[in-house]
Structure formats: C-alpha cells, structure tokens
C-alpha cells in the first residue's frame, strides 16, 4: 500500500511507504550500509527493550522495562523543551465520537486509515486517528482573548490506525501511535514566528538526540480527492510555510502528494538502516480546522476573529524516533538516555553494601545505576555483559574503604579513582545536558584502579 494519506502531525508515520531509488540515495552512506545489521527489530529483541506478541496483534508492540526506561526520559526531555518553549500539557482521551470526525474532516478524508466504529448505545465512537479534533475543543472550551495568543497547547498521547500491513516485531509500522503533538492557536500575523520557532525546538533536540535528518521537505497536496478543496486556504498556507522554511536558513524540496488532508506541512525527514526515508517532526500551518471547528478569539477591536493552528510534532512518535535512535548507536546510548547509566561491580560479597548504598545515592540523584554482584559471574563476565552501560564502578575493598568510585568508561577510558560523591555528581552534571560525550576530560589518564 503506497497511499499514506497523512492525517496529522502524526502523520509523520508514512510507515508504509515504498523504498524507491529516490528515497534510499537520500540515506548518508553509512546508514545505507547499515542493512540488517542496523535494524531495530532484531536490536530491539536482543537489548530488551520491546517485543510483541501475536496474540495482543500485529503492529501492537509493548515495552519491556529498559525500553520503557528509554522512553520515560524521551517523554521527560520533550516536556521539558516544550515547557521553556511555553507549552502547556493537556491530557485528552483516545476515544472521540464519531461526529467529531466528522467535523474535522477525518471522517471524510481519512477513514480508510481509521479503525471502524464501535457501537455504543446509541452513539458510535472511534479510536482518534490525531489528537488535533480534541485540541481544537479545548481551544474552544471557553472564550479566547488575543491576549492568550499564541496558547501553545501539547500532549504526548495515543492515536490510531488501521494499518494493514502493520507488521509484527517492529516499532515503525504500528497501530497504536504514541505521538508528541502540540497545537499552537495564534493569530494569522504570529503563525509564521510560530512555525519558526517550532523548527527551532525540532533543530535543538535532533542536536541533543544525536539525529542527522536527511533533508526538510515541504509537502504538498497531489492529485485525488482526499485534500479539502480550498484553494485559497491551501496557497496562504504554502506560501507562509516557504517564509518560514526561508527564514530558517535549511534547504528543502517541494514534494506533490504528501500534504496532510487539511493542510501543506514542513516534514523534517530520517532515514532508517536500510536507508528508507520516513518523517519523524513536523511542522503544519492550517486554516482549515479552525473554520471547521468554528474557533474564535477576540481580538483588540473587540470583534470576533479566527485564530490559527500550528500543528507540529518535535520528535514524531516515540515508536518511530526510538526506532531510529536503536539504529543509530545500536544500543550505545548517550548516558542520558541509556537504560542503565552505571553498573556497580562488588569485586566480592564484602563490597555489597557500599555497592547498595552507592545505588541509593544514584536514586536520590534521578541516576539509573544497577548491581550486578558476584552471582552473576565472575568480573570479567560482568564487564561484558555491561558493555553498553555507559559507567561501570568495580568496587574493591580499597574502593569500599576509602569512598572511592573508579569510574571505566563504556569507550575502554579508564578514570583515577574519584571521591564517590563527585564521581556521581559528574556523572548527574553529563546526564542533565544531554551530553553525547561520557565525560569531559577527552585527555584522561588511563591505568586508574585495576579493580
Ligand atoms: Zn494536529
């Protein structure tokens, strides 16, 4: 199935769409050469971090406890950016009735993709395919004055597809989609700052994530019936989001066929392993969903105005973006996002309770540390079976004695031993950047503690 009608920001999850020439010679060489070695599926399994099972279903992946680590503090980072960028978080259901859809045009436009109606009573209800239709009516709970422009309003939460050929084992074709979204309500003269801003915030966490997209593209409606016939709507639109693709200085390519039903978008494009491109954040400005919803702000003439609505997604789907990050450093995450941040290794039983105590201090620091004592084998084989944490901690008795922690590093860098607290408090400043580096001393002696 080569159609992806988009129906949201969240549409950037083309999943389906067809590995062409064009597509895989857009891939930097090295993830072209990745393959299979690169796929997430098998990295997935084998690190831990989510699996399915064919009787939950096809496309219905769950999280295993590392995954679900990985995930948290992905959630956590967007919230957070999103918050200095003056988002507000919002919690709305799944569910919709069926008339919403209705009126935002899913119905109509993007049903195919929808899972059918349930009954109930009198009424039907349908898993939403967006979270733009509740946004909308939150934006309309309660008059606006242009005072309150731009409201920024997010929500990292669940949508739904019907997607047919949702395959079992992976994070990118899913039917159940997780997705960062935010809608920002504004008045036409903001929107094009609005949409700047938001592909700033999308540059800023690729930077922190360590994700290269390979290229910015403006999608445009093609031909068919599921765009909304509004040509007016739809050049005021192309040419506010060319503005703002301009002012941000980032080279893009015009592409027919991809827009959302409602609307031209920004797509902020990856490629996976084997080199297919897909969209992972997006940036939409829609004249469409406000009419339809009849959204209305007062503004300072005291008459009635309609507002705009930006919709854009910083990291896509959290199924997607950890799709491509599992690739990316095939289970060597940066510190901050690894499972487990440090290893504590008790050379022998004696070294236990410090190794505990020092685990209970990662807590209370909101560090992710583990022991891995003497019955899961001997150093050497707990060594290995921690390579991809990114500190690892052998406690000898010298170590236990003196408070001394004598940090390896997952890169083979072997520390002098450190008073723990600082140790620890090194480890906790790397984390809360986002550092990509393990530590910050590129020139550290090595041969620290044998351990
Ligand atoms: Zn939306």
Same mark, same amino acid.
């Given at each position: 199935?080569?159609?992806h009608?988009?129906?949201s ?6 999943a ?16 072209r050469?990745?393959g ?9 399994r ?5 699996d399915?099972? $064919? ?16 995930r948290?503090?992905l ?17 709305? &259901? ?14 109509q ?10 009954d109930?009573?009198a ?5 939403? $395919?967006?979270l733009?239709p509740?946004?909308?009516l939150?934006y309309?709970?309660r ?10 309003i ?8 019907s997607?047919?050929s949702g ?19 504004? %008045? ?11 592909l ?7 930077r922190?994530?360590?994700i290269?997209?390979?290229r910015?593209?403006l999608?445009? &409606?093609?031909?068919g ?16 989001? %060319? ?12 592409v ?10 920004i +797509?902020?494009?990856i490629?996976?392993a084997a080199?297919?491109?897909? %969209?992972?954040? %997006? ?5 469409h969903?406000?009419?339809?919803f009849?959204?209305?702000y007062?503004g300072?003439d005291?008459?009635?105005h309609? $507002? ?16 491509h990050?599992?690739?990316l ?21 004696g ?8 685990r209970?201090?990662?807590? +209370? ?28 901690a052998?406690?000898?008795?010298r ?10 590093l ?31 001393? &590129?020139?550290e002696?090595?041969?620290?503690s044998?351990?």
């Open positions: 199935m080569n159609s009608p988009i129906a920001d969240a549409a950037s999850v083309p389906s769409a067809p590995v062409s020439e064009a597509t895989s010679d857009a891939a930097p060489a090295a993830v050469g990745a299979a070695e690169g796929d997430h599926r098998r990295l997935g084998a690190l831990g971090l989510f399915t099972d $064919p009787l939950i279903g096809s496309g219905l992946p769950y999280w295993l406890p590392d995954g679900a680590a990985i948290h503090t959630e956590e980072f967007v919230r957070d950016r999103e918050r200095r960028a003056g988002y507000r978080h919002v919690y709305s &259901p799944v569910l919709g009735k069926r008339e919403l859809y209705e009126i935002s045009g899913h119905w436009h993007y049903r195919d993709d929808m899972f059918p109606p349930m109930l009573g009424e039907q209800v349908v898993l939403r $395919p967006s733009c509740h946004h909308a939150i309309r709970s008059p606006r004055s242009h005072r309150e422009l731009p409201l920024r997010a929500e990292l939460g669940g949508m739904y597809r997607e047919l395959v079992l084992g992976g994070l990118t074709r899913v039917r159940a989609i997780q997705l960062n979204d935010a809608h920002v309500f504004c %008045t036409p003269e903001q929107a094009a700052d609005e949409a700047v801003a938001a700033e915030l999308i540059g800023e966490a690729h922190a994530l360590g290269r997209p390979v910015y593209r999608s445009l &409606p093609g031909e019936g599921k765009y909304v016939a509004d040509p007016a709507l739809w050049e005021r639109a192309t040419a506010l989001l %060319t503005e703002v693709l301009s002012r941000s200085g980032v080279p893009f390519e015009a027919a066929g991809e827009a959302a039903f409602y609307g031209p978008k +797509d902020v494009q490629a996976d080199g297919r491109e897909s %969209t992972l954040s %997006t940036v939409q400005i829609d004249f969903q406000p009419e339809r009849g959204l209305q007062i300072p005291g008459a009635k309609r $507002p705009v609505m930006v919709h854009r997604s910083v990291i896509g789907s959290v199924e997607r973006v950890v799709a990050l599992i690739e450093y095939g289970g060597a995450f940066p510190a901050w996002l690894a499972p487990t941040q440090l290893v504590l290794l008790p050379l022998t039983e070294e236990r309770a410090r190794a505990e105590q020092l209970e201090r990662c807590l +209370d620091l909101g560090l992710r540390a583990e022991v891995a004592g003497p019955e899961r084998g001997s150093l050497g084989a707990r060594i290995r079976e921690a390579r991809l944490v990114p500190y690892q052998v406690l000898g008795p170590e236990a004695a003196d408070g001394l922690l004598a940090l390896r997952r890169d083979g860098r072997r520390l002098e031993p450190l008073p723990a607290g600082e140790a620890l408090a090194r480890i906790r400043a790397l984390v809360g950047a986002c550092a990509q580096e393990l530590w910050d001393e &590129p020139g002696s090595r041969g620290g044998s351990g």
